[in-house]
């Protein structure tokens, strides 16, 4: 095991399985793949959904235009849209994430938020009195903040390279901010933009569906009784609650 | 201003399978009986769109609203506890049904050497094994004596298995429906853990093989291995819970009611016996006393073995003298794994909870420790519960978290990932221990509970030797790539790791070892009893609710007779 594991690399990873997936997964539910197979090949059907250009006017939680895409380009840039299919904009993740922080998520509605606060040990977990549409909203700002200092320019003209390494820096828990660290900030960014990508479509992420079509997940299925036993990969059509 | 109801034979604090259970069987037996349960009434209607991840398994739709009430945390008696404010390492359940809603339904019985850890542990490898800084201890009941516990609650159950496994105890009856489907991610599994000499078998199930009619007369359903159990309710009542089984049996009797929305805050106590429980209202918040005959804690090991402590009922330990048994021994579960990424795909989200297969060959002592720096084990399984896509992004080491690499990575291993995990026994140890917090309190305005816990070294060795053995299974699958578990530090409450908490009200022999009898009976009040995991003085290498459910049994039994009869039963 050990032997396995010292010898292992990303690159070599990347290139085996690259051509072992070019054999195995049929176009129609994923495009092209990594390695060899890479560039563009891919068949997806996305098409954009409505909400996704919707603008301000479909906002619930973020009154801002400027501060909604900085959110909708630093999702994508954790989640950005290749060969394999639509990143987090085209998913409709930034929507989702403004409804969620509008609601109970956002408020903490089912979390512990008595006083006194104390900011404890890494092993304590969340120990901020912000809530966490307070979170992102200060986030946000402070990559803007973080793109000015740097680069003398908006977060959201900047090149994908310059952003991840404001996003690399608020990861690194570098970045200064009130009452809660960048680190935090980010995990919860980054957690809400693979919750937008994969969670039913009836919360407005996971747009056509395609978070699933690229994962190989179906969704809502009745069941599974009658497959479960077979030793062929089953390529099943995504089906929604909301279908 | 309080409102007094009228005297009732049983109240019970909770009606999830412990309260569900003595409600049942006392019911059956006429006594009177009320269960407080704090959450809402729901049953599979409920369920009907539950196959929905980010609202079950992400914001945990069915578990306790932490706004109400959570505890606080310190990995050291010399750190500041803090609340823990969101849900993390361990999931509370709250409602009809409590934790056996949303149970994965991997049945089990413990070990005859768990019950019989310390006079075991000794014979074979002396006084020393273990510092005595680890308060290990029998539990005041032999495997054999609880045995047809375990088969009365397996039958209620319905479990399915196959009895093929030479490390467990002896059973008197086989399981009362057959092992569930073995997929090919089982037979890989079965293949090389038979290469390597071990005895794989069939995980026992309570998501059922067949429908299934228990001697109760309440019908369980055949499970359609739809993927959404743990963290969710069976839209089919194929995963056996209390609210497709002991709830309405003990309903159907008309000798039970359910109050629900009635939190319990007090038990209430004069002289030598409990009077009953002092309950508010979560809605309209008005104060209620509900008085009885026989008080039963079933609710989860932390509010069991708090209302004791707010109550005042027994002596609260103290890890610097060592003295007082309220909230010594809790036990957590030790998570040793291994990764295996493969070439090819596999249907990963397809599933049921309990889907899966077993080796014993490292649990207890089924395995010579003579040359090992701890004791006990692991069962090792490989199960396929339907992995589902927000919390299952497998990535090799040294992929980055984020990014264009993390996508393709992730995307590519979902369905070509699998992975051997053990549930590892948790050892007592002088310093883990549950209190009361003298800072943080609920809504209600009681206290917390405060949690004082940490690994230890035995938790370290046991961690590190299993996860060896989990990665040569892996490696014989024919894995490309097999990565073990990160070794464990600290104890951090952020991951989930399991719902598997143990300990705090521990059954034994005597009042200074221990809060209950073995009937589960209140050393300093024979009208009180509490039962659940709680009762474990360590925990075992398995699933608790088994074992849970087989105490609750026993309880019931104590329960019966002591209404009959008085009198302490033990």
């Known amino acids: 095991m050990a032997k396995k594991e010292k010898n292992f690399s990303r690159r070599d990873f990347l290139k085996t399985s690259g051509i072992a997936a070019g054999a195995l997964i049929g176009g129609g539910v994923i495009g092209g793949l990594i390695g060899p197979n890479a560039g563009g090949t891919g068949s997806s059907t996305a098409t954009v959904p409505s909400g996704a250009t919707g603008g301000i006017l479909h906002l619930q939680f973020f009154t801002n235009n400027e501060e909604f895409q900085i959110l909708m380009q630093a999702t994508e840039r954790i989640f950005p849209e290749d060969e394999l299919g639509p990143g987090a904009i085209r998913l409709n993740v930034p929507y989702f994430i403004d409804r969620q922080l509008a609601g109970a998520y956002g408020e903490n509605s089912k979390e512990y938020m008595q006083p006194p606060f104390y900011e404890g040990e890494r ?61 935090f900030f980010f995990r919860l960014l980054r957690q809400a933009t693979l919750e937008g990508a994969y969670s039913d479509p009836v919360y407005n992420g996971n747009a056509n569906m395609d978070g699933w079509r690229m994962k190989g997940f179906p969704g809502h299925q009745a069941a599974y009784i009658n497959q479960v036993d077979s030793e062929k990969f089953q390529e099943i059509e995504p089906r929604s609650l909301g279908m | 201003m309080v409102t007094t109801l009228e005297k009732v034979d049983v109240v019970t604090v909770g009606v999830g399978w412990t ?82 809603t949303n149970w994965n339904g991997q049945n089990w019985r413990f070990l005859p050497y768990d019950f019989q850890i310390k006079t075991m542990t000794e014979e074979k490898y002396g006084k020393n094994k273990l510092s005595a800084d680890y308060t290990i201890q029998d539990w005041g009941i032999t495997y054999d004596e609880l045995e047809p516990y375990f088969t009365r609650f397996e039958k209620t159950a319905g479990i399915s298995g196959e009895d093929t496994n030479p490390f467990w105890g002896k059973r008197s009856e086989g ?132 209302l004791l ?61 003579s040359d090992l720096d701890f004791i006990h084990g692991a069962s090792l399984s490989i199960t396929q519960t339907g992995l589902r896509p927000i919390l299952h992004n497998p990535i090799p080491p040294d992929t980055p978290s984020w990014g264009a690499d993390f996508k393709k990575a992730s995307i590519h291993n979902f369905t070509r990932t699998l992975n051997i995990t053990g549930q590892g026994a948790s050892m007592p140890f002088k310093e883990n221990y549950m209190s009361l917090d003298g800072t943080y309190k609920d809504i209600y305005g009681v206290p917390l509970l405060q949690l004082t816990y940490n690994f230890t070294d035995q938790d ?76 474990f003085a360590h925990n075992g290498g398995y699933n608790p609710t088994g074992t849970v459910g087989a105490l609750a049994y026993r309880c019931a039994e104590g329960i019966i007779k002591y209404s009959k009869d008085g009198g302490a039963l033990a």
């Open chain 1, 123 to 183: 092993t304590q977990g969340y120990q901020s009195r912000l809530r966490r549409n307070e979170i992102f909203r200060q986030g946000l700002q402070a990559m803007q903040t973080e793109a000015k200092n740097r680069f003398n320019a908006n977060f959201v003209d900047l090149e994908g390279r310059q952003m991840d390494e404001i996003l690399t820096a608020f990861q690194e828990d570098e970045i200064k901010m009130k009452g809660v660290s960048s680190l």
């Open chain 2, 19 to 100: 309260g569900g259970i003595i409600a049942a069987e006392c019911a059956k037996e006429g006594l009177k009986v009320v269960g407080l349960e704090r959450g809402r009434e729901r049953s599979t209607e409920d369920y009907s769109i539950v196959h929905d991840e980010y609202r079950y398994a992400i914001r945990y739709e069915l578990m306790q609203d932490l706004s109400r009430e959570t505890i606080t945390f310190r990995n050291r008696r010399n750190q500041r506890a803090l609340p823990m404010r969101q849900m993390g390492s361990f999931l509370l359940g709250e409602g009809l049904g409590g934790s056996g």
């Open chain 2, 460 to 535: 370290r060795a046991l961690h590190a030797h299993l996860t060896q053995r989990a990665g040569e299974i892996m490696q014989e699958m024919g894995a490309k790539t097999v990565v073990g578990g990160n070794p464990i530090s600290d104890y951090d409450i952020v991951p989930y790791q399991t719902t598997h908490n143990t300990g705090g009200t521990i059954m034994g022999t005597n009042r200074d070892d221990s809060v209950v009898n073995n009937y589960l009976q209140h050393w300093d009040a024979e009208n009180l009893f509490v039962v659940g995991a709680g009762n």
């Open chain 2, 175 to 306: 399981f009362p429906t057959p092992p569930m489907k073995k997929t090919p991610i089982l037979k890989k599994f079965e293949t090389a853990s038979t290469k390597l000499g071990l005895s794989p078998f069939m995980m026992p199930s309570a998501n059922l093989s067949e429908a299934y009619e228990n001697p109760d007369g309440a019908r369980i359903n055949a499970c359609q291995y739809c993927g959404f159990c743990e963290r969710f309710g069976c839209a089919y009542g194929a995963k056996t819970s209390p609210e497709v089984t002991v709830v309405p049996t003990a309903l159907n009797t008309g000798n039970f009611e359910v109050k629900y929305n009635a939190n319990a805050v007090e038990i209430l106590k004069e002289d030598d016996k409990v009077t009953g429980v002092r309950y508010i209202d979560t809605i309209t918040f008005e104060e209620f006393i509900q008085p009885a005959e026989v008080v039963v804690l079933t609710s989860y090991i932390m509010n069991n073995a708090k």
């Open chain 2, 309 to 369: 402590m707010v109550s005042d009922i027994g002596e609260q330990y103290d890890p610097e003298t060592g003295r007082g048994t309220l909230g010594k021994n809790y036990g957590y579960q030790i998570l040793p794994s291994a990764t295996g990424f493969f070439d090819e795909q596999m249907n990963t989200f397809m599933g049921a909870g309990a889907l899966g297969m077993t080796v014993d060959d490292f649990n207890g002592d089924n395995f010579d420790h």
